[in-house]
């Protein structure tokens, strides 16, 4: 007796596809950005041996922007627990 093979299968409409993979792709983007945002902003140390984390060359609002598109509601509940600890 064959063994059944078991497929996992989903079915979406074309519509709901496009706008998963559109969704996908924009936050790649988002991602590759903010991660070349952040070694722009590095330089080496005085010994050449390391880098160093520059935030003079760091743009605020494209970071922000950026982290506030790729994961909005770790945005929310960071300003909600900061203002929480800026009450105590």
């Known amino acids: 007796m064959e063994e059944e093979k078991i497929v996992n299968k989903v079915v979406l409409t074309l ?7 559109d969704s996908k792709i924009n936050e790649d983007k988002n991602i590759n950005l ?5 070694f722009n902003c590095f ?3 005085k010994d050449k041996k390391d ?5 003079y060359k760091l743009s605020e ?6 982290l506030k598109e790729l994961n909005p509601g770790r945005y929310i509940e960071t300003i909600n627990l900061l ?5 105590d």
């Open 83 to 87: 203002q929480q600890e800026g009450e």
């Open 43 to 45: 330089e080496l140390t």
């Open 15 to 21: 519509e709901e596809y496009l706008k998963l993979r």
């Open 61 to 66: 609002s494209r970071t922000k922007a950026l």
């Open 51 to 55: 880098l160093r984390f520059e935030t």
């Open 34 to 38: 903010l991660i070349n945002l952040l």
